[in-house]
């Protein structure tokens, strides 16, 4: 197979010998103390085999696609009893929420409970978290009404249910889909900053847009932009009617029994879960008393809810009255498509963040791909019951978090409670007002809107983020939801792709640093000796030169070594941000080190437009007392990954400094490489190794490597001589057993750290410069210790 490989790469003009890497240059010296270790790279091959399909990792993914399976058989009382509460407790939250919630999606009253039950009842089965509710919620309720007033406005003949089923059944698919090719790190592309300035401007628009209802005021078109309806409500407060005694008492009394119980639990923190329960029930009862109230006012009208004297919420069918197969036709799908990607996007958005913050809170992780699953399945079968898009509730969440919830079990608790509503009360509900619906709207969406205190600390971490939050606020309020939302995240990607783009590397030099406590060095200045400071305790560290790291501003940073340079990366290193900074690589080393040869042009024809050399009838500056450029150390600590076009940047750079450096070659050190793709790809390149054609003056060489012991045997007595070595090349203290290089042999130009990089390129240069100066004084050798030029 070699042999045919080979002749199908000559016949195709592909060099598979374009390496020119000897097999002994490894510079290490045979010695039995020291265990070869030689660096083998990544096959295409090994790539490939950790996508190979397998019977047990088949069965790993089915297992996973129904978590409960690893809790179910460990179901006690103690968790049943906190599940009972906590289930309970959401449920009689749930029902006055998902009647008010599908009238914000144009729908009746009853949808509302068809989706909370649905989102209950099926979501524990694949859920990763015990805290989320899937059900009705206040945003993606306000979107469904959208498309729905949207598409039938130009199709008036489709129903708002079909429209709203259909878009269930569609979005659900598509969430479906990423979860079960577990795809849910996708949802790592939308930022907190976009999450919460969508929530904020969409609860300030839902809030808004319920303020008419509140007040009984007609006319209005709650649907506009946010300003607009505010603007037009302030008309019209004249026409206030009665609706507004129930909607701002109901809105009161919601606001002071939750201050009152806040209040109360911290004066009284023995009985804190109780006021905690009586806060939560707060909607269940605001909504008792003003159906009894309604009663009493309306009792006479006998079904007709035209003669009440404020606008109540009329019959709501007894059951699941509106089971059936989702009405999906090619014109339903047309209408709908364009409106796809938002609700996506809301619905993995709010549950996502939701699901991560309270497992954060709670101590548990979530998996986003296993929580698109639930999402997904909740609303492709929900419609089929009668629900429209559910995703997770940030309020409910909360509620059932804070009652104890134990399991993802408490949701079928929940669809008890929702059951017996959707069965026993709807008679009940056909009192309930408008207007203390409206209440409890503004009242939950209140809770989304992003405290102060918040965008503060947002601004101290990332001043231009704040600009984005607000940006997505002002358009949400100035245009619609869904323009907030497309907003704040192409926003977000623009400043994510900026500083990809225009992101800067840093150069390092070199400090002596002391480890000690400030007593020790108290007592050192007192004359005190101590072995706390001691040049065992000095080190080297490298620091940006410009400072912008933060260190002390007063402390001298030195070159390493003349004609060193190190260069750290700082944003990764792909194509993106590669030309930035392979430019900024070169002005350094143009900067701090001359041409090997001033004057390389015999005559000023010879030299290149962009380097025109000292004005006509002026010699050449030969007192450029710069150093030459011996080597560059490059620091890939932030760098993961490297691309095609960053490494022939690489390849590139070298061409052009060697040239600089000419007739010598420049080396290259690596340091801190995470991946050993980089290292293959960068081997490709003709880095990490010695390159006899480039280095072919080179004929005596002594890399330095860093070693470590191996967990053997103590070494032998006729060893003892290059144990002293290995000391002294790693400055430790001796070994105990067999040592070997940490990176391999066959790859000395890659390092641990930038000092381990640093002193070989120190050793190298040394070594190159002793080699043409045998006695030592050369023309072109400046000694480690004879000079240390400071950065500027």
């Known amino acids: 197979m070699a042999v045919v490989g080979r002749g199908v790469a000559k016949a195709l003009g592909i060099n598979l010998d374009y390496r020119r890497e000897e097999l002994d240059n490894s510079g290490a010296t045979s010695i039995s103390s020291v265990e070869t270790y030689v660096e083998r790279e990544p096959t295409a091959a090994e790539y490939l085999s950790q996508f190979k399909p397998s019977f047990p990792a088949f069965k790993r993914y089915v297992r996973s696609l129904f978590p409960f399976w690893d809790w179910i058989f460990h179901y006690n009382l103690t968790w049943l009893f906190g599940d009972v509460i906590a289930g309970v407790t959401v449920g009689f939250v749930v029902i006055p929420q998902g009647m008010a919630y599908a009238l914000l999606a144009q729908l009746p009253a009853e949808y509302g409970l068809y989706t909370s039950f649905v989102g209950f009842i099926l979501y524990w089965a694949f859920a990763t978290s015990k805290d989320i509710t899937i059900g009705t919620v206040a945003v993606m309720s306000t979107i469904v009404g959208n498309i729905v007033i949207k598409v039938q406005a130009t199709k008036p003949h489709l129903a708002a249910v079909d429209i ?52 009984g005021i007609t006319g209005i078109n709650t649907r506009g932009p946010t300003y607009q309806v505010i603007i037009n409500t302030l008309k019209k407060l004249p026409n206030t009617k009665l609706d507004a005694a129930i909607g701002l008492s109901a809105l009161f009394l919601l606001y002071a029994i939750r201050i009152v119980c806040n209040f109360m639990s911290k004066k009284q923190p023995s009985k804190k879960k109780f006021w905690f329960f009586v806060s939560t029930l707060r909607m269940a009862f605001v909504i008792l008393l003003y159906i009894m109230i309604s009663w009493l006012a309306n009792r006479h009208i006998r079904g007709d809810t035209k003669k009440a004297k404020f606008r109540i919420l009329g019959k709501v069918p007894r059951g699941f009255q509106h089971a059936g197969v989702p009405t999906i036709n090619t014109e339903i799908l047309s209408a709908i498509a364009p409106d796809l990607p938002v609700t996506i996007i809301v619905l993995i958005l709010e549950h996502i963040a939701i699901s991560k913050s309270f497992g954060r809170i709670n101590n548990y992780v979530i998996n986003p791909s296993q929580e698109l699953v639930a999402v997904g399945f909740t609303n492709v079968i929900g419609p089929f019951l009668g629900a429209y898009p559910a995703t997770g509730s940030f309020s409910r969440t909360a509620i059932k978090s804070k009652a104890g919830v134990r399991t993802p079990l408490a949701g079928i608790f929940t669809a008890i409670i929702v059951l017996l509503a959707l069965y026993a009360l709807t008679a009940v509900f056909f009192y309930i007002p408008s207007a203390g619906l409206s209440a409890i709207i503004i009242h939950a969406v209140g809770d989304l809107i992003t405290p102060p205190n918040v965008v503060f600390q947002f601004w101290e971490t990332s001043p231009l983020e704040v600009i984005i939050f607000f940006a997505g606020v002002f358009v949400t309020v100035f245009t619609n939801i869904e323009n907030g939302i497309y907003t704040t995240i192409a926003a977000s990607f623009a400043l994510l792709l900026w500083r990809q783009l225009f992101t800067h590397g840093v150069l390092l030099g070199k400090v002596q640093v002391y480890r000690a406590t400030s007593k020790s060095m108290a007592r050192k200045e007192n004359g005190i000796s101590t072995s706390e400071v001691s040049d065992r305790s000095k080190r080297e560290a490298y620091l940006p030169i410009n400072r912008k790291d933060g260190s002390n501003p007063h402390i001298d940073i030195e070159s390493p070594y003349p004609g060193v340079l190190i260069y750290r990366f700082t944003e990764g290193f792909t194509y993106l941000n590669q030309q930035g900074y392979m430019d900024e690589l070169v002005a350094h080393a143009q900067h701090i080190a001359r041409p090997t040869t001033l004057d390389r042009y015999a005559k000023i024809g010879d030299r290149p437009w962009n380097d025109p050399g000292p004005r006509r009838g002026k010699r050449t500056n030969i007192d450029d007392n710069r150093p030459i450029l011996h080597a560059i150390v490059l620091d890939f600590s932030a760098v993961n990954n490297v691309d095609v076009t960053s490494v022939q940047g690489l390849v590139d750079v070298r061409a052009q400094l060697d040239r600089y450096a000419a007739p010598e070659s420049v080396e290259w050190h690596f340091a801190s490489i995470n991946s050993r793709w980089t290292k293959r790809a ?71 750290d930038v000092p381990a990089a640093v002193e070989s390129a120190i050793m190298g240069v040394e070594t190159k410069l002793a080699h043409f100066s045998p006695g030592g004084s050369s023309e072109m050798h400046i000694g480690r210790h004879e000079v240390q030029s400071k950065y500027e």
């Open 682 to 752: 960068l081997t490709t390149a003709g880095f990490g190794y010695l390159d006899r054609e480039r280095f072919s003056s080179r004929q005596h060489w002594n890399p330095v490597y860093s070693y470590a012991p191996l967990d053997t045997a103590a070494p032998q007595s006729g060893d003892v001589e290059a144990q002293d070595e290995i000391q002294t090349i790693g400055e430790q203290k001796s070994f105990s057993g067999k040592v070997s290089t940490i990176h391999g042999q066959n790859r000395p130009f890659f390092h641990m």
């Open 164 to 215: 709203a089923r259909a878009l269930s059944v569609i979005a659900g698919s598509v969430l479906l889909f990423i979860g079960l090719v577990r795809f849910g790190r996708i949802v790592e592309l939308i930022p907190l900053v976009a999450i919460t300035s969508f929530m904020t401007g969409a609860a300030i628009s839902i809030g808004a847009g319920q303020v008419p209802a509140l007040m």
